[in-house]
């Protein structure tokens, strides 16, 4: 892509400092670490999924990318700016702040109560956007409103009178009151019905389409990232494990980790079911990684001497995909799903 | 199933009310299933169709607010309503099991988890302590829980939510129960461990020969793990059929509408059918025989006509409708 990216992000990390060092014991400092060496960028209305399971750092990852916390390490640039000096703080204050929104995963527990559904949309837009006159206010946030199917006599409600799927989309209309460029979105549909997601995730997709929004689409659903996302990132205890365009990361992944992941989601579609591959043993612990081994090992069912040994880097192969594995070249084995799954068929009574 | 094999679980037109301050809420009418021993059956619907009213309802467990207006629950052919309530305590957790939705809440935060274990066994089948610790040793170990002694005096809180899970599985099967529901197991765990726990489940099923009830909303995973599958809708059930049958065939449009939206099954997010409108609100009084009608895309004037009662459609198929696809 030509166009500069709205939002790139190089070897960024986010320690947590759990226990301080102490320069009588001598002890080293015991760090949490969070989010570790990730680069990626996001170009004006991409949409990217970030997948991997709780604990890896998405959501960690999502919060440093809007802004929310302050980096331990690396770059951040928006318009090709760098914002790496800038504290969250000032990010706020600053008029950068609404080019880049988020939309909480919970629409319950992320609206004031206590707020009507105009007001709880027109806060983002007063604190940021400085309206001249209430009819601006009042413009602005019906304009939202319609652009997420938001029926207008809701407005005046608070939201417990709201649906669900009504709430989600006043968490979306918030973000978009300011006219952002990037949307964050930290699990927005985990909370909804399969019927209800359907309508939010279709919403985003038009969002992205006719107001050239990009999405970065945080999410543990991979089937869900596939339909709105032209590119995925899977993280695994804070690192990238491989990162690259949908369909062919979704129909031959490279890295045994997200074949675990792929092979875990349950289908409905006989052809697409796909040979389990389990994941055992116990992850390792984020808390002072070890950097002279792979972060996978004790749990990938490829594992070698090797992988113990040397901490793999993120390479990117001859398709243009990144991945973090040392055996990554090695073809994927082919994708052989069964036309009919005997776990489809009742199983005789025992 | 088939008639030849006796029901461990029949549940007959359950009907149940809530009364709340804001009027009687119609929860379930007239739900009817059946569970063989050693079938998994998934009951699918959209939150608020009456999955776990119904679950609840079985194991005797339901709000104070609610009324059981009618309906026969019989578990081996024993009336488990007419059960005294001591009677019914003993059965529950000896014979029937229920897991819960979510296990860090279902746990008691401030006891380690072997002594939750060693409740269920002291109570329905009372031995030495060194006997019960034994057995709850068993049962940590049943549910593939690495090093049971050091973690059955571990507090929920120190446990990650999938070994918590198993913590309550093993809890409910400990006295080797004939029933178990499991009321979404899986809601809030990551896709890999929903995959261990549902194995799980589906194997301590078919060792112990256990009848199951698999509560759920995410029609992919009781397709997975379930022989049958019952959909609700609104409290009532709209359609019954073996897992390769309801998604080769199914009948009930409300059926089709979940499946169009689920996003597996499609290529692009344009494929996605959302089925309009929402439940109907279930306080009003005039509720029609059919509650999908509103939401329908095949409704019809004859749809207002009232005795509408799930119908044989095919082999162990029933659907509640009068103009089924």
């Not at chain 2, 809708?233 to 009948?251: K, Q």
């Given at each position: 892509m030509?166009q500069?990216p709205?939002?790139?992000?190089?070897n960024?990390?986010k320690?947590?400092?759990l226990?301080?060092s102490n320069?009588l014991?001598g002890?080293?400092?015991?760090k949490l670490?969070a989010?570790?060496?990730?680069?990626?960028s996001?170009?004006?209305g991409?949409?990217l999924?970030l997948?991997g399971?709780?604990?890896?750092?998405?959501?960690?990852?999502?919060?440093?990318?809007c802004?929310?916390?302050?980096a331990?390490?690396g770059?951040?640039?928006?318009?090709?700016?760098?914002?790496?000096?800038m504290?969250?703080?000032a990010?706020?204050?600053?008029?950068l702040?609404?080019?880049?929104?988020?939309?909480f995963?919970d629409?319950?527990e992320?609206?004031?109560?206590?707020?009507s559904?105009?007001?709880?949309?027109a806060?983002?837009?007063?604190?940021?956007?400085?309206?001249?006159?209430?009819?601006?206010?009042?413009a602005?946030?019906?304009?939202?409103?319609r652009?997420?199917?938001?029926?207008?006599e809701?407005?005046?409600?608070f939201?417990?009178q709201?649906?669900?799927?009504q709430?989600?989309?006043?968490?979306?209309?918030?973000a978009?009151?300011?006219?952002?460029?990037?949307?964050?979105?930290?699990?927005?549909?985990?909370?909804?019905d399969?019927s209800?997601?359907?309508?939010?995730?279709?919403l985003?997709?038009?969002?992205?389409?006719?107001?050239?929004v990009?999405?970065l689409?945080?999410s543990?659903?991979?089937n869900?990232?596939r339909?709105?996302?032209?590119?995925?990132?899977?993280?695994?205890?804070?690192?990238?494990?491989?990162?690259?365009?949908?369909?062919?990361l979704?129909?031959h992944?490279?890295?045994?980790?997200?074949?675990?992941?792929?092979s875990?989601?349950?289908t409905?579609?006989?052809g697409?079911r796909?040979?389990?591959?389990?994941?055992?043993g116990?992850?390792?612990?984020?808390i002072?990684?070890?950097?002279t081994?792979c972060r996978?090992?004790?749990?990938c069912p490829?594992?070698?001497?090797l992988c113990?040994?040397?901490?793999?880097?993120?390479?990117t192969l001859?398709?243009?995909?990144?991945v973090?594995?040392?055996?990554a070249?090695?073809?994927?084995?082919p994708?052989?799903?069964?036309?009919?799954?005997p776990?489809i068929?009742?199983a005789?009574?025992l | 199933?088939?008639s030849?094999?006796?029901?461990?679980?029949?549940?007959?037109d359950?009907?149940?009310?809530?009364?709340t301050?804001?009027?009687?809420?119609h929860?379930?009418?007239?739900?009817?299933?059946d569970?063989?021993?050693?079938?998994?059956?998934g009951?699918?619907?959209?939150?608020?169709?009456?999955?776990?009213?119904?679950a609840?309802?079985?194991?005797?467990?339901?709000?104070?607010a609610?009324?059981?207006l009618?309906g026969?629950?019989?578990f081996?052919?024993?009336?488990?309503?007419?059960?005294s309530?001591?009677a019914?305590?003993?059965?529950?957790g000896?014979?029937?099991?229920?897991?819960?939705?979510n296990p860090?809440?279902?746990?008691?935060?401030?006891?380690?988890v072997?002594?939750?274990?060693?409740d269920?066994?002291?109570?329905?089948?009372?031995?030495?302590?060194a006997?019960?610790?034994?057995?709850?040793?068993?049962?940590?170990?049943?549910?593939r829980?690495?090093?049971?002694e050091?973690?059955?005096s571990?507090?929920p809180?120190?446990?990650?939510?999938?070994?918590?899970?198993r913590?309550?599985?093993?809890?409910?099967l400990?006295c080797e129960?004939?029933?178990?529901?499991?009321?979404?197991p899986?809601?809030g765990?990551?896709v890999?461990?929903?995959?261990?726990?549902?194995?799980?489940?589906?194997?301590?099923?078919?060792?112990?020969?256990?009848?199951t009830?698999?509560?759920?909303?995410?029609?992919?995973?009781?397709?997975?793990?379930?022989d049958?599958?019952?959909?609700?809708?609104a409290?009532?059930?709209?359609e019954?059929?073996?897992?390769?049958?309801?998604?080769?065939r199914p009948?009930?449009?409300?059926?089709?509408?979940?499946l169009?939206?689920?996003?597996?099954?499609?290529?692009?997010?344009?494929?996605?059918?959302a089925i309009?409108?929402?439940l109907?609100?279930?306080r009003?009084s005039?509720l029609?025989?059919c509650?999908?009608a509103?939401?329908?895309?095949?409704?019809?004037p004859?749809?207002?006509?009232?005795?509408?009662?799930?119908?044989?459609?095919?082999p162990?198929?029933?659907?509640?409708?009068?103009?089924?696809?």
């Amino acid at each position: 892509m030509s166009q500069s990216p709205i939002l790139c992000v190089e070897n960024l990390k986010k320690h947590f400092v759990l226990k301080h060092s102490n320069a009588l014991t001598g002890r080293e400092p015991v760090k949490l670490h969070a989010v570790d060496d990730v680069s990626l960028s996001i170009h004006p209305g991409e949409a990217l999924g970030l997948v991997g399971e709780s604990g890896c750092g998405k959501s960690t990852l999502s919060r440093l990318l809007c802004r929310l916390v302050d980096a331990t390490s690396g770059k951040l640039f928006v318009d090709g700016r760098d914002i790496s000096a800038m504290s969250a703080a000032a990010f706020s204050k600053s008029p950068l702040r609404s080019d880049i929104q988020m939309v909480f995963q919970d629409p319950t527990e992320s609206l004031n109560p206590r707020f009507s559904i105009f007001d709880l949309i027109a806060d983002p837009l007063r604190q940021l956007k400085r309206p001249k006159n209430r009819a601006e206010v009042q413009a602005r946030v019906e304009a939202a409103a319609r652009s997420v199917n938001l029926p207008l006599e809701l407005l005046s409600r608070f939201p417990h009178q709201l649906s669900g799927g009504q709430k989600a989309r006043v968490g979306i209309a918030r973000a978009m009151v300011v006219e952002p460029r990037l949307l964050v979105l930290d699990e927005p549909t985990s909370a909804l019905d399969v019927s209800v997601q359907a309508t939010v995730l279709q919403l985003l997709d038009k969002i992205r389409h006719e107001q050239g929004v990009a999405l970065l689409f945080v999410s543990h659903d991979l089937n869900v990232v596939r339909l709105l996302c032209s590119r995925i990132v899977v993280m695994y205890l804070g690192q990238v494990v491989e990162s690259g365009a949908t369909d062919p990361l979704f129909h031959h992944p490279a890295h045994p980790y997200t074949r675990a992941l792929l092979s875990a989601i349950p289908t409905l579609r006989e052809g697409a079911r796909r040979e389990r591959i389990k994941l055992d043993g116990d992850p390792q612990s984020p808390i002072n990684p070890s950097g002279t081994r792979c972060r996978l090992y004790g749990r990938c069912p490829a594992q070698q001497a090797l992988c113990n040994r040397v901490e793999p880097e993120l390479r990117t192969l001859p398709d243009g995909r990144q991945v973090r594995c040392h055996f990554a070249d090695a073809p994927a084995p082919p994708e052989t799903a069964p036309a009919i799954d005997p776990e489809i068929t009742p199983a005789p009574l025992l | 199933m088939t008639s030849t094999t006796p029901p461990l679980l029949s549940v007959r037109d359950l009907t149940v009310d809530f009364r709340t301050r804001h009027g009687t809420v119609h929860v379930l009418e007239n739900v009817s299933f059946d569970l063989a021993p050693g079938e998994i059956i998934g009951i699918v619907g959209e939150s608020g169709s009456g999955k776990s009213v119904t679950a609840f309802a079985i194991m005797g467990i339901l709000d104070k607010a609610a009324r059981i207006l009618s309906g026969d629950i019989r578990f081996e052919n024993r009336d488990v309503m007419a059960m005294s309530p001591r009677a019914r305590d003993l059965w529950r957790g000896k014979e029937a099991s229920i897991i819960f939705q979510n296990p860090r809440t279902a746990l008691n935060p401030i006891r380690p988890v072997g002594d939750q274990i060693a409740d269920v066994i002291a109570r329905h089948t009372p031995a030495a302590p060194a006997e019960v610790k034994a057995r709850v040793l068993q049962a940590m170990r049943q549910v593939r829980i690495p090093d049971p002694e050091k973690r059955m005096s571990a507090y929920p809180f120190e446990l990650s939510g999938g070994l918590c899970q198993r913590i309550g599985i093993a809890a409910a099967l400990a006295c080797e129960p004939r029933l178990l529901i499991a009321d979404e197991p899986t809601t809030g765990l990551d896709v890999t461990t929903q995959a261990v726990i549902m194995d799980l489940i589906r194997d301590v099923a078919r060792a112990g020969n256990l009848g199951t009830v698999l509560i759920t909303h995410d029609l992919a995973l009781a397709s997975e793990y379930c022989d049958r599958i019952v959909v609700m809708h609104a409290g009532h059930v709209v359609e019954t059929a073996p897992v390769a049958e309801l998604f080769a065939r199914p009948r009930h449009p409300y059926t089709t509408g979940l499946l169009g939206s689920v996003p597996s099954l499609v290529e692009s997010v344009h494929d996605l059918r959302a089925i309009p409108g929402s439940l109907p609100d279930l306080r009003r009084s005039d509720l029609p025989p059919c509650r999908f009608a509103d939401r329908c895309p095949r409704h019809q004037p004859g749809c207002e006509a009232p005795g509408l009662r799930p119908e044989p459609a095919g082999p162990n198929h029933l659907v509640a409708c009068r103009y089924p696809l």
